[in-house]
């Protein structure tokens, strides 16, 4: 790899971190105006849930091929013009007069989002030092949780204060000094040169992509059984051994395959895939527990969510450093075993569990993620040569996107199943009587539960195989 002027390391982290904090809030900081939005632009709610929709599905779908266009094109450019694009976007969100112009500005804010996303963990692998890498990939995971606790309270505060625009209009300012930040400090370091990007690769990625996750978001609202669920995911399944196919023949392959040769870049891949989709699958059962079962109220509601990422958030940046002294792998497996045993910590939960006691159980949750994860994306950005840096920094971000949204639509169907088992009749399962919804939730938690414990157990493997 060329020589990088690591003086500007703390310039180049700032210029990542604003981006992915903006990235992040904007994720979940819409959420909340959902209502606020049926009304203020005369729509309904399958309609607007699509300011959501479009959002996530442009930066899920789009963020591998930009990452590996980073890796052939360079990665500073790449950036710089996606806090621009995001930042543009944003303004254009702000100023939308109808819906329809709403969700066609948030695929254009989705497009700056991906390209940000697609190379920030490259770029920081690119200017820290080897020794500090973990450190600098752990600060940049805890602006994800930053991001994910304020979205919802920012977001709140704004709407009653200012209006439902301001949420949009609130990011310029950080937008503008993040792009001149990016402009001004992030190296340009040249890419080996070379290689095409390849076209038809891409194209039926994104196609295999966009159905699965369709099919998991129609899954989650119409169920698993639904013609048009399983031709999307009929679709995705058939698209994956075709993609496999066109990478293997191609001289410049989209996501070179050889990557997954390396035992330990699979299972780091996998393991956050399946803490992500475990954690996606609590976020959207717990706030049922807290309101429906324990009573609170929104507001205590969201204060008692936020914990797990607020421990994520304050546990990541030291996991990373100690990873910097000792080696990723020991975090990493340890992070694991906390989240493995907070999994099933979470069994305690009952009709009459405290604040209190809600806090302590869910804590190790938060920290047994901060602890794994930016040790392991750490150790998956180390494995890999300089000149696919870029498709793997896509790949991780993919992986957290498909795992969230996997571990909604397919933890809250277990739920569901188990609740209505328990209650004995089919309806509404957040009606369902206390006694069984918390039922439900247990055996929900015992399947987050086994796919950490496989995670677990194949890192564990796959480090004493090495």
């Known amino acids: ?42 729509t309904t709610f399958p309609v607007v849930q699509w ?41 254009l969100c702000g100023l ?29 692998t690119e200017a820290f030092p080897r020794e500090e890498r973990g450190r600098a990939l752990g600060v940049t995971g805890a602006m994800v949780s930053v991001g994910i606790v304020l979205g919802p309270t920012l977001g709140g505060l704004l709407i009653d204060s200012l209006g439902w625009r301001w ?14 930040t990016a402009i001004r400090y992030i190296p340009d370091v040249p890419p080996e040169g070379g290689e ?29 059984a639904h013609q048009r669920t399983l031709t999307l995911l009929g679709v995705a399944i058939l698209a994956l051994p075709l993609f496999v196919a066109i990478e293997r023949r191609a001289e410049h392959p989209m996501l070179d395959l050889s990557l997954f040769r390396d035992r330990l870049v699979s299972v780091n891949l996998f393991a956050g895939w399946a803490s992500f989709a475990a954690i996606g699958g609590v976020f959207i059962l ?21 914990s797990v990422p607020l421990m994520l958030g304050l546990s990541a940046p030291a996991a990373g450093s100690i990873s910097d002294r000792i080696g990723p792998w020991p975090v990493v497996l340890t992070g694991l075993a906390i989240l493995f045993a907070s ?32 040790p392991n994306n750490s150790a998956v950005m180390g ?60 055996e929900t938690m015992i399947v987050s539960a086994i796919m950490i414990g496989l995670s677990l157990g194949l890192a564990a493997w796959g480090r004493l195989r090495r």
């Open 1 to 42: 790899m060329p020589e990088v002027d690591y003086s500007q390391k703390w310039w180049v982290m700032l210029a990542i971190a604003m981006g992915i904090f903006l990235g992040t809030i904007d994720g979940s900081i819409v959420n909340v105006a959902l209502p606020t939005l049926v009304r203020d632009l005369d």
């Open 51 to 91: 300011v959501v929709l479009a959002y996530l599905l442009t930066l899920a779908t789009l963020v591998l091929g930009i990452g590996r266009l980073g890796d052939i094109v360079g990665k500073k450019v790449i950036y710089s013009s996606g806090f621009a694009v995001f930042t543009l976007g944003s303004v």
């Open 96 to 124: 939308a007069p109808s819906v329809a112009w709403l969700i066609s500005f948030r695929i254009f804010q989705g497009l700056g989002a991906a390209m940000i996303f697609a190379l920030g963990f490259a770029i920081i």
């Open 167 to 180: 949420i949009f209009f609130v990011n310029l300012p950080v937008g503008i000094v993040g792009t001149i």
């Open 196 to 224: 095409r990007f390849d076209f038809l690769g891409g194209a039926v990625f994104l196609v295999m992509l966009l159905a699965l996750l369709l099919g998991l978001t129609l899954g989650q609202t119409h169920g698993f």
């Open 286 to 306: 717990l706030p049922f527990y807290l309101e429906r079962v324990l009573g609170h109220s929104p507001a205590e509601t969201g204060l008692l969510l936020s």
């Open 343 to 374: 999994y099933l910590l979470m069994l305690t939960l009952d009709t009459d569990t405290t604040a209190l006691g809600y806090l302590v159980t869910m804590a190790p949750v938060g920290l047994g993620m901060g602890i794994f994860q930016s």
């Open 383 to 442: 494995a890999v040569p300089p000149r696919r840096l870029g498709v793997t920094s896509g790949l991780l971000t993919i992986t957290r996107i498909t795992g969230q949204l996997t571990g909604i639509s397919v933890l809250g169907a277990v739920w569901a199943a188990r609740v209505a088992s328990h209650a004995g009749v089919r309806g509404e399962p957040s009606a369902a009587p206390p006694g069984a919804q918390v039922a439900g939730l247990r």
